[in-house]
Every structure is written in C-alpha cells, then in structure tokens.
C-alpha cells in the first residue's frame, strides 16, 4: 500500500489516487491513514519548515502540529470541495502552525497580557456593540452605495495588475473543479507573507515558489495566474460586500 501510495506521489502524481485514499482513511481504514501519514512525511517537514522559517524535523513540537494539521485534512478532505489533498493540507497546516506559534507567544510572554487594563477592555466592548449597532441600522440606500464604492475602488486596484472585470470574466475558469483549484491556490498566496509582497512588489506571481507547495503543474498556474491574482488582491482587501459572493469558497 505504501508502494502505491508513493508512486502515486512522486510519479504520476494522480489526484484520484490521493483522493481514493483520504476517502479510504476517512472511513476508518488505519492501514492507509498510518501509509499516507507516512508517505506524506517530508511534505509535512517542508510545510512545517516553510512557515516557521526554519528546518523542522520529527524531533520538534512544530512537526506534530503539522501531523496532526495533516491528519486533521485527511479526516476533511472531500474532492469535490477541495483541489486536491496536498492543497488542502497545506492551508490546514499553516492554520493550525499559525495557532500554535500564537499560543506560544501568549505563553513565553506573559507580560503582553498586562497590557489588556480594564479600560481597554470596555472600550473594545463597546467599540463592538457600536460596530455592531451601524450595521443593524444600515438601510439599503447605503449598502447599495458602499457596494458601487467597493467595486470602483476594486476596479482600480484591478488595473493597477493591468486587469479589468471584463477581462476576468473571459479568464476565469469555466470548470468548478478548476475554480476551486485556483481560488485555493490564491488563498495560500494571499496568506503566505513572501508570495503576497512578491505580488504586490513586482506586479507578479512567483510561480516557481508557488509551484515547489501546490499540487498543479505550472501550465496550470500560468493559465490561471489573472485570476489568482485577483482573488489574492480580494482576499487581501477590506472589500466586506464583495468578499460576501466568495464567502462559500474561504477555507
């Protein structure tokens, strides 16, 4: 089984046999779930590595968050819903390496939690209640208002990247598999520090780095670049509304 499993990964590479698999460990099938914690092992090093900026090897804590944010994506993934396995896994990897740095942070350094007084606590309440009391009383001439707003100003973000709504339309992809696909692979971008100022700096995507993580071939990404690159500049942006139309597709 293991066998398989690797030739799966390092030769043809087939999504179906990855999919095949999470469905069989899903289901309670121990063997398959140890072989594809296995054979996925140095994924889970270099995703852990790649975040934490640093070698991660089976020795460190970082490791098994990382394997239990792999295990935690097997027990989820559905392919229909989801690229592919390794896609998926690594956004849940980087949540749950994201949570653990945070915890850790909070616990090595206690004093940050001094800084929260009573007062501050307060006015962070109210500031919520207030928040929360616009938007109940919002009526529907300043929602459509703030809509038009939000698209001017994403229509102009837009041309920056030499992009326009008209032209996404014709590149965006057709098939929902190939969507999903893409939308996925932009979330990673728009998460991922050095892939998004790589963006924003040079008007580019680093497809080689992008590539080295994702599953998908670089015609793939080449294909689909506009289009990530415009899901990125959404996902990354304060755009409420429009972000709204997505919501379904954020991991």
Do not use: W
């Amino acid at each position: 089984m293991l066998l398989s499993i690797l030739q799966g990964l390092f030769k043809t590479k087939t999504k179906q046999t990855t999919s095949e698999l999470a469905q069989k460990a899903k289901v309670g099938d121990e063997e398959v779930l140890s072989d594809l914690l296995l054979a996925f092992t140095p994924f889970m090093k270099k995703t852990a590595s790649f975040i934490c900026k640093r070698q991660i090897d089976e020795h460190d804590e970082e490791f098994s968050v990382a394997m239990n944010g792999f295990h935690e994506a097997v027990m989820a993934f559905d392919s229909k819903e989801n690229a592919s396995l390794q896609t998926f896994a690594h956004l849940i990897i980087k949540r749950r390496m994201i949570d653990f740095i945070r915890k850790e942070t909070v616990r090595n350094e206690k004093v940050l939690l001094m800084q929260a007084t009573g007062e501050e606590a307060a006015s962070s309440e109210q500031h919520f209640l207030l928040d929360k009391q616009s938007v109940s009383t919002y009526i529907e001439e300043q929602q459509t208002a703030t809509r038009r707003e939000e698209l001017n100003r994403y229509r102009e973000l837009l041309e920056r990247f030499n992009l326009s709504f008209e032209e996404l339309t014709k590149v965006a992809p057709k098939h929902a598999d190939a969507r999903k696909t893409a939308f996925q692979i932009a979330q990673i971008i728009a998460e991922t520090e050095e892939f998004y100022d790589h963006l924003m700096k040079t008007k580019q995507l680093p497809l080689k780095e992008i590539e080295a993580i994702v599953e998908v071939s670089r015609k793939t990404l080449e294909r689909h670049r506009k289009y990530m690159i415009a899901v990125v500049l959404l996902l990354n942006s304060d755009f409420v509304y429009i972000k709204e139309y997505v919501k379904g597709e954020i991991i």
